[in-house]
């Protein structure tokens, strides 16, 4: 039985998805406006462990997953500058260069650090059609409201809004006026932004326009006179809040089994994502919320100017197998802060280069070691309790069953924690002289000296090859 702590009622529950065996579930992707640093690809990490455990008991999973290319404010209460823009302008690259450069460096840090990802990442400006027809629905629902900057979500007619966050409204105002800047409510938010062109500021990048047959992309035209006069009013942008209630029910239905984030997701953005969805469909958007927590850097907040911004290139610039960093990830629970630090990536590092020195002394795998596949199974199905996971493979290496059953545990634990023992593949090196003259009789001995420096032994046809681990 497979259990998940469930932000919406505070609780670690059995997980029933909707329709078994089948599970849906959406993870809010990364904004590429900038670099992915380790901080965020903890998050996905905990995601593919999460997809893993679940198809680890049989679960059919069916994952989607965004890539936010608009909307997105320096704010994600709505305001501040438009993220691409503004790293479109960092980079002297277009916004739909920005994205794609950014898409990338994102796939790549995923595919290092073995997350699998779905095949087909949805793009916000792909579904523009498909936000713009939920915005009308709320609209004729009497959900919407208009500013002179855009079209708001009334949260004072959805008397649930703050089931996920179980803030107090009044506790947020803390008591002081604050301008809401046209808003009704302090916790309103854009379902679409009007272009500022109109009051004289250079209009930006990704624009489009609504309302009846002629939807429509202004990005790509050159002037305003391309738009008719009657639709001018509509030219604009999704909010950032409604690309996700769009998407995930565009793949996955009206109402799906999971939906992940970080934990700042859980105040302001998936808070408005159930507010819209619900409020158009009028039945339950997600059954299981679940939030990772940060991560920090030599305890303290990661960022450029202190110089502790560290992305996967960086961790391999500095010779780490970005598998030691997934490796480091587990040994924190997904709810838990993490500390990073270089010296607890060596430390991850080491034991990793150990783990796969174990599994490469071991043989063939024949029948797994039961004990510890059952204890293993409970671990990750503790709500995706990973570090005594860990530990539950580290006794069972250390224990007395052969190594042939060990190995076939241990790839069975891989399908989860997936440090790719059975394809890892160790660099050739020249053996230091003194270690190839031991006897036929002293082989064994020496074989195990050679795996305690980071060596590995194989036989083959053509005579016995020792292997560098990767550091
Ligand atoms: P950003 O690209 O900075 O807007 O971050 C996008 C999302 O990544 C945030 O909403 C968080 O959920 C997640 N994130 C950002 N920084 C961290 C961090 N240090 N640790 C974990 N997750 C993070
Ligand atoms: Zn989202």
Redesign the pocket.
């Known amino acids: 039985m497979f259990k998940i702590y469930n932000t919406l009622t505070r609780k670690v529950e059995e997980f029933i998805p909707i329709n078994p065996p089948n599970v849906g579930i959406y993870s809010c992707g990364?904004?590429v406006y900038?670099y992915q640093?380790i901080?965020?690809m903890?998050?996905y990490v905990g995601d593919d462990l999460l997809i893993r455990v679940l198809k680890f008991n049989n679960f059919k999973v069916h994952h989607v997953m965004n890539i936010t290319d608009v909307g997105h404010l320096t704010s994600d209460a709505d305001t501040g500058e438009d993220?691409m823009e503004k790293g479109a302008e960092k980079y002297g690259l277009s916004v739909w260069d920005i994205a794609k450069k950014f898409e990338k460096q994102f796939i790549d840090s995923a595919k290092a650090l073995n997350i699998e990802l779905p095949k087909d990442l949805m793009h916000a400006t792909d579904f523009i059609d498909e936000q713009i027809e939920l915005i009308k629905k709320l609209e004729e629902k009497g959900f919407t409201y208009k500013t002179a900057d855009g079209i708001y979500f009334d949260t004072s007619r959805f008397p649930d809004y703050f089931k996920l966050s179980r803030q107090n409204p009044e506790e947020l105002k803390g008591g002081v006026r604050i301008d809401l800047g046209g808003k009704k409510n302090i916790s309103d938010f854009a379902l679409w932004k009007f272009s500022s062109e109109p009051s004289g500021l250079p209009r930006r990048q990704m624009e489009w326009w609504f309302e009846g047959p002629l939807k429509g992309e202004l990005s790509t035209q050159k002037n305003w006179s391309s738009v008719p006069v009657q639709y001018r009013e509509t030219v604009g942008f999704p909010g950032w809040h409604i690309e996700c209630s769009a998407m995930s029910m565009e793949a996955l239905g009206e109402s799906f089994d999971i939906h992940t984030?970080?934990i700042?997701?859980i105040n302001i953005h998936h808070s408005n994502e159930i507010a819209q969805s619900e409020a158009a469909t009028g039945k339950p958007f997600v059954k299981y919320f679940v939030h990772?927590a940060?991560?920090?850097v030599e305890s303290e907040?990661?960022s450029k100017s202190l110089g502790n911004f560290y992305t996967v290139a960086d961790i391999e610039k500095k010779g780490f197998d970005p598998l030691s960093l997934r490796y480091l990830y587990l040994q924190t629970h997904y709810r838990q802060e993490m500390n990073f630090t270089w010296e607890a990536l060596e430390g991850a590092q080491t034991a990793l280069n150990k783990l796969r020195g174990e599994f490469a002394s071991w043989g063939e795998a024949k029948v797994g070691c039961a004990e510890f596949e059952q204890r293993f199974k409970e671990a990750i199905n503790d709500d995706l309790n990973l570090p005594e996971a860990l530990s539950v493979m580290w006794e069972m290496v250390r224990s007395n069953y052969p190594g042939s059953a060990k190995k076939r545990s241990l790839l069975k634990f891989d399908e989860v924690l997936r440090f790719g023992l059975a394809e890892f593949k160790p660099e050739k090196v020249e053996v230091p002289d003194k270690r190839k003259k031991g006897g036929f009789s002293e082989a064994d001995k020496i074989r195990v000296q050679i795996e305690e420096l980071g060596f590995t032994v194989e036989d083959t046809p053509t005579g016995t090859k020792i292997k560098k681990l990767n550091r």
């Open positions: 990364p904004t900038d640093h901080g965020h903890r998050r993220k984030g970080g700042d997701h990772h940060f991560l920090q907040k990661m």
